[in-house]
């Protein structure tokens, strides 16, 4: 497995995959050619989603003169491939395929996944567990034997890019961008909880307004960090902050937790996907909610069994979860999708430290089944606003103008 690094990335909203990855890819072209003209053909969920996604505009910003394609072709080797035609005087000198295959990592074509450096001599789970039983060491002790001494230190920049993420988006009323002009709901959410005097209020649902937050902040391009996605870089966060905000956790623990979720996520990553494109929601917001609840877990000074307990109850229960953003913006559901995640991941790890002894489902186990399941999916449920809400949605605006043509029809005939 590769550095947990390249699962926390800082970035801007509001996609990884759809504006973080497109431009790493303009960035690394513009590097090596010396062109002063461009075209991109984007296929398959980058085609279909990318104007929601704000692909083209943050393609127009990285590169100068560049025509932008939104092809209707698919490419079956991933749904997120991108080509581009560099010209010198109007005369072509290069050509590149890149993937964008989630969390704001790209892959060129031709590149052999063999090649690249892996830091972690471990892919699984039961691997790892092993090791560190072997070992005598934690989870959080294997993550920093293998990532660089300045790890720690990163970790710090990642939780206060993550906790200024939460501030953002709870500082701000009014609408998101874009065509829905959905509200802003995090403030309201905040204050409903923290102001109640009913004793029905469940506090735990403070992450879900600090998640909430953070996925305002990401809808709005603002800057968050991969957890493991723009898209699901909520729930972490959420999580998070709200158990510091409750427990004053030293620093040292907090640190721990969130290395731990990184390796959870490094572990879909490497064996599953967090790409929804590739395998909808459940390897987005699925693999945010594992990552949290293993957090927890280890803020609660659970064992190895429980941590996994934790990491594998979250995921299983977003089994077959589509990927449907409505008119390819991240916002409807994904950003209600990240608020509810935060409190199942609150609940799956207080639920693991019960029947974490009893497992039958490994999280190995659950990892292979997610990717088996999202490669069932149609590919109208993977990140395509084709199908799921996204169909519905555009039906019923049909229904809408065809209900206002005819009404104004008859308007006009009296």
């Known amino acids: 497995m590769r ?7 800082i970035g801007n909203g509001p996609s990884s995959s759809h504006t973080m990855g497109p431009k790493k890819v303009c960035e690394i072209v ?9 075209m991109i053909k984007l296929y398959g969920s ?5 104007k929601g996604h704000l692909t083209d505009k943050v393609i127009r910003r990285t590169l100068d003169n560049v025509e932008v394609i939104f092809s209707q072709e698919s490419i079956p ?17 290069g050509y590149e395929r890149f993937y964008s295959i989630g969390g704001g990592v790209v892959r060129r074509q031709g590149e052999d996944p063999k090649e690249i450096v892996e830091l972690y001599p471990h892919k699984y789970f039961k691997e790892i567990r092993e090791y560190c039983e072997e070992h005598n060491m934690e989870l959080h002790d294997y993550v920093y034997k293998y990532e660089d001494n300045d790890f720690k230190d990163y970790l710090s920049k990642v939780w206060k890019v993550m906790a200024k993420s939460v501030d953002d988006g709870i500082a701000i009323s009014g609408v998101l961008p874009g065509v829905l002009t959905v509200e ?17 209020v469940n506090k735990t649902q403070l992450s879900s307004a600090y998640a909430y937050a953070v996925s305002e902040t990401n809808a709005s391009g603002g800057e968050i960090v991969t957890a493991p996605t723009c898209g699901a870089s909520g729930v972490l966060p959420g999580v998070m902050y709200y158990a510091l905000e409750k427990y004053s956790y030293s620093k040292e623990k907090f640190i721990n937790a969130l290395a731990v979720a990184g390796l959870i996520g490094n572990i879909v990553k490497h064996n599953g996907s967090i790409s929804g494109a590739e395998a909808g929601c459940q390897a987005e917001v699925g693999t945010a909610c594992s990552m949290a609840a293993a957090a927890v877990s280890v803020l609660m000074d659970n064992d190895i069994d429980k941590i996994e307990t934790a990491a594998e109850m979250a995921m299983e229960h977003h089994l077959g979860l589509t990927c449907d953003p409505i008119l390819g913006y991240v916002q409807i559901p994904c950003i209600e999708r990240n608020g509810i995640a935060a409190m199942r991941a609150i609940n799956a790890a207080e639920l693991a430290e019960l029947v974490g002894e009893n497992r039958i489902v490994s999280f190995d ?37 065809f209900i206002k043509k005819a009404e104004d029809k008859d308007n006009n005939s009296i």
């Open 3 to 9: 550095s947990i690094r390249e699962l926390y990335k």
């Open 365 to 401: 186990m659950v990892v292979e089944t997610m990717l088996q399941t999202g490669k069932d999916l149609k590919e109208s449920y993977r990140e395509t606003a084709e199908a799921g809400l996204a169909a519905f949605y555009k039906n019923i605006q049909l229904q809408k103008r």
């Open 30 to 38: 513009k590097e090596e050619y010396d062109a002063d003209r461009y």
């Open 184 to 200: 802003r709901k995090a403030k309201k959410i905040l204050n409903r909880i923290k102001f109640s005097s009913s004793k029905h």
């Open 77 to 93: 080797e991933h749904p997120n491939t991108m080509d581009l035609f560099m010209f010198k005087d109007d005369h072509p000198i």
């Open 46 to 50: 980058l085609s279909m989603t990318g």
